[in-house]
């Protein structure tokens, strides 16, 4: 079971990217994935979330009506879709299956696991 975040790149401010997580040996439509990020010197937060059930997502304020996240089930992706990047955005960007959905909170950091390399945004002012 491994995950791979991957489409990141360096961007200048108001501009956009899209990330993908994809999985090799399972299928990511039956999970609840979350994208979280870490910028230098900080732990690792989260940003958006995506359940099983259609509908089901979830986002920071921080990043509300600037991110989305969706899925592709041909493709088993999930995507992120980052638009009006601002400099605080900058962070290595991993995507983690939800394995213990118990809290109210959908990015519980302790309830995710098997995370892949993330892949670095770099939002320049």
């Known amino acids: 079971v491994q995950l791979q975040a991957s489409g990141g790149g360096l961007v200048q401010s108001g501009g956009s990217l899209r990330l993908s997580c994809t999985a090799s040996?399972?299928?990511?439509?039956?999970?609840?994935i979350g994208w979280f990020r870490q910028a230098p010197g900080e732990e690792h937060k989260g940003v958006s979330y995506?359940?099983?059930?259609?509908?089901?997502?979830y986002y920071v304020d921080s990043v509300k009506g600037r991110f989305s996240i969706s899925r592709d089930n041909a493709k088993n992706t999930v995507y992120l879709h980052m638009n009006s990047l601002k400099p605080e955005d900058t962070a290595v960007y991993y995507c983690?299956?939800?394995?213990?959905?118990?809290?109210?909170?959908?990015?519980?950091?302790?309830?995710?696991?098997?995370w892949g390399q993330g892949t670095q945004v770099t939002v320049s002012s």
């Open positions: 040996g399972f299928t990511l439509d039956r999970y609840a």
């Open positions: 995506i359940g099983t059930r259609a509908g089901s997502t």
């Open positions: 983690a299956i939800r394995i213990h959905p118990f809290s109210d909170y959908d990015l519980e950091l302790d309830e995710y696991a098997y």
